[in-house]
């Protein structure tokens, strides 16, 4: 059973930086497309960021925290990690990792099989 597991999260001031982790566990991480999505009260999921399987993958963003975001896979460990720098009152969002092996847009949540339990990021102003 494929499992994953964020953490990271947790209550900031604007301007400052957050790394989210998320282990795998129990799956073929090197197969899977890794992606990032975030969800704000009374708000659907929202894609985040990225990155694509095998060596030096390919990685998107979503145009709200591009420039500021940065996403990584260490396959070795079989972690993925986000990190969000110059954070925002509207980054604040349950923060969710997935995983999948399907072919698709990795910013579809849609063609990701397996999903964290998200971890809480809290932005004040």
């Known amino acids: 059973q494929v499992k994953l597991v964020e953490s990271g999260g947790g209550s900031v001031q604007a301007g400052a930086s957050l790394t989210l982790s998320c282990p795998v566990f129990?799956?073929?991480?090197?197969?899977?497309?890794i992606g990032w999505f975030r969800q704000a009260l009374g708000r659907g999921r929202d894609f985040v960021a990225a990155?694509?399987?095998?060596?030096?993958?390919?990685?998107g963003f979503a145009d709200p925290v591009k420039g500021r975001c940065a996403i990584h896979r260490d396959n070795a460990k079989s972690t993925s990690t986000l990190q969000i720098d110059n954070l925002k009152p509207e980054d604040t969002a349950v923060y969710f990792c997935?995983?999948?092996?399907?072919?698709?847009?990795?910013?579809?949540?849609?063609?990701?099989?397996?999903w964290g339990q998200g971890t809480q990021v809290t932005v004040s102003s």
């Open positions: 990155i694509s399987n095998g060596i030096g993958g390919t990685t």
């Open positions: 997935a995983g999948r092996q399907t072919h698709g847009p990795g910013d579809n949540g849609y063609y990701y099989e397996h």
């Open positions: 129990g799956g073929p991480f090197r197969e899977f497309g």
